[in-house]
């Protein structure tokens, strides 16, 4: 079966480091995925990892363990425009290829 | 910049209704999908498809078709409609790499389906 955590819900203040857990058990684990989305708007891509390890871009930094079937995204120096629903997604390998499994998200909430 | 566009932003439905929600993506990916976001349930895929009259079912089908006849367009079709297929509808497309593997899915705005 597949199952997917992370947290529904986490608040910090500008300027914060901010880190958002998932762990996921996903058949065919290929990769982990992160989309920011916000309020009426569209799911978009901020990182993908197919290897253990760190994967920085910018103040946005993700990690995976595979063996802990495990993943974080670190948000750096928090800002105002980062409150938005950001979700994991493990991505399996089938016959017809990729595909990515959304997790209900975590809304992050960021207060002055 | 790869755009995917949808038919609506917003519509509103009756019930039995026959319903056609239009993704059209602009940079020749392979790959095209349907998701219906509801809150609490994240993103649930509806149905994919990985080329032109391909087709696969995604995680909740039932109730739901699609029609992939060009590859730059992918159509979810309700056949009746009904009030729990109240949501918003995502479509997305991805750039298929080496076997058949891709990083990133772009998404359309969405359209917020109600059925009354």
């Known amino acids: 079966g597949q199952s997917l955590e992370q947290p529904s819900e986490v608040t910090a203040v500008e300027g914060a480091i901010v880190q958002i857990n998932c762990t996921y058990q996903t058949s065919g684990f290929y990769g982990l995925s992160w989309y920011q989305q916000h309020d009426g708007g569209a799911p978009t891509f901020l990182s993908y990892?197919?290897?253990?390890g760190l994967e920085e871009t910018g103040r946005f930094s993700s990690f995976l363990s595979r063996s802990d079937s495990y993943g974080y995204l670190l948000l750096q120096e928090l800002q105002m425009k980062d409150s938005a629903s950001y979700f994991c997604?493990?991505?399996?390998?089938?016959?017809?290829?990729?595909?990515?499994?959304f997790g209900p998200g975590t809304r992050l909430s960021v207060l002055p | 910049d790869v755009k995917v566009t949808q038919s609506s932003r917003y519509l509103v439905k009756r019930t039995g209704e026959k319903v056609f929600l239009e993704c059209v993506q602009d940079?020749?990916?392979?790959?095209m999908f349907w998701y219906r976001q509801d809150p609490g349930l994240g993103l649930r895929l509806i149905y994919f498809?990985?080329?032109?009259?391909?087709?696969e079912k995604g995680d909740i089908p039932e109730g739901y078709s699609v029609s992939r006849e060009k590859k730059e367009r992918f159509s979810l079709i309700l056949e009746s409609a009904s009030t729990n297929q109240t949501s918003m509808y995502l479509c997305?497309?991805?750039?298929?790499?080496?076997?058949?593997?891709?990083?990133?899915?772009?998404f359309g705005p969405g359209t917020r389906l109600t059925v009354l």
């Open positions: 940079m020749d990916h392979e790959n």
């Open positions: 997604a493990p991505s399996q390998l089938d016959n017809y290829g990729q595909n990515f499994v």
């Open positions: 498809s990985y080329d032109v009259k391909m087709k």
């Open positions: 990892n197919a290897l253990d």
């Open positions: 997305a497309s991805a750039l298929v790499g080496r076997g058949g593997s891709y990083n990133e899915q772009f």
